[in-house]
């Protein structure tokens, strides 16, 4: 299985289609040959490239099917729990969830 096709299988797993445009932009983003097959040795950096890829998929607007891309809003949830756990399992650093903030006057 190519790097290209690793990505789009693994979003249709949570009912995201996306379009070839953004399948290249996440591999050419974090500078991976769409075409290589998946091993042992890049699937981290694979895996890596789709969680950073998160937060862009998920400020699109919910329930829209337009430009390739569609995501729903129960699979919005679901994405956005694996996210966490992946930036904890990859240690990225977790772009999407708002941490509490104490201010002293």
């Not at 299985?1 to 379009?19: C, W």
């Not at 040959?33 to 950096?45: F, L």
């Not at 679901?78 to 966490?84: G, K, T």
């Amino acid at each position: 299985m190519t790097i290209s096709e690793f990505i789009v299988k693994q979003f249709e797993d949570f009912g995201v289609r996306l379009s070839d445009a953004t399948v290249l932009d996440i591999v050419l983003k974090n500078k991976l040959t769409a075409n290589a097959e998946v091993t042992a040795s890049n699937h981290r950096e694979a895996s890596i490239a789709m969680i950073k890829s998160v937060p862009k998929l998920l400020i699109m607007p919910q329930a829209v099917s337009e430009g390739g891309v569609s995501i729903s809003k129960a699979s919005r949830e679901a994405i956005l729990d694996w996210y966490r756990l992946q930036c904890k399992e990859y240690g990225i650093k977790d772009e999407l969830t708002k941490k509490p903030r104490v201010t002293f006057l």
